[in-house]
C-alpha cells in the first residue's frame, strides 16, 4: 500500500475514501480506529493516511486531486497598488481591538467576522496604507 493522502479531519478521510470507493479503488485509512478514539493524537501521528495499493495509486491520487478544492484564500483588492513597492496584492486590515473584544466576548464565535477597517496591507512587503475613496464601498 502507498500513501497518497493526509487528513486532519476523520470526516474529511472518510470522504475521500468513500468517493474513491465508489471509483473503483481498493484504499483503506491508517491508523483510522487509533485516531478515532484519542484525535487529540492527530497531529503527531500525521493524520489519517490514505493508502491505495502500489498499482492503483497514482490513478487514485489524480482522481482525488480532481474533486479536492484549494484552500479558500482571501482575494486581493483589484485596482490599487502598494505604494511603497508597487505590488497589487493588497488586502483589509481586521483591527485588532475589534478582533480581540469579539473573541472574549463569544469565545471565538464572532472571531473570523470581525469586520476589517478602511486600511490595506500590501501582502508583498507588509506596507500598510490607507484605503483609496472609491474601494471604501467594495
Known amino acids: 500500500m502507498k500513501e497518497i493522502a493526509r487528513f486532519y479531519e476523520a470526516e474529511e478521510a472518510q ?73 497589487e496584492r493588497l488586502t483589509r486590515i481586521r483591527d485588532p481591538l475589534i478582533s480581540l473584544v469579539s473573541f472574549m466576548l463569544s469565545f471565538g464565535g464572532l472571531f473570523p467576522f470581525a469586520p476589517a477597517t478602511k486600511n490595506l496591507r500590501c501582502t508583498a512587503c507588509g506596507h500598510r496604507q490607507p484605503a483609496e475613496p472609491d474601494e471604501e464601498e467594495a
Open 15 to 87: 470522504i475521500a475514501v468513500g468517493y474513491l470507493r465508489a471509483q473503483g479503488f481498493d484504499v483503506q485509512l491508517a491508523d483510522e480506529r487509533t485516531l478515532g478514539a484519542q484525535p487529540h493524537l492527530s497531529i503527531g501521528l500525521g493524520g489519517y493516511r490514505l493508502l491505495a495499493r502500489q498499482q492503483d495509486a497514482h490513478m487514485a491520487s489524480i482522481a482525488l486531486d480532481e474533486v479536492r478544492g484549494e484552500p479558500s484564500r482571501r482575494p486581493y483588492l483589484t485596482g490599487q497598488t502598494c505604494e511603497a513597492c508597487g505590488e
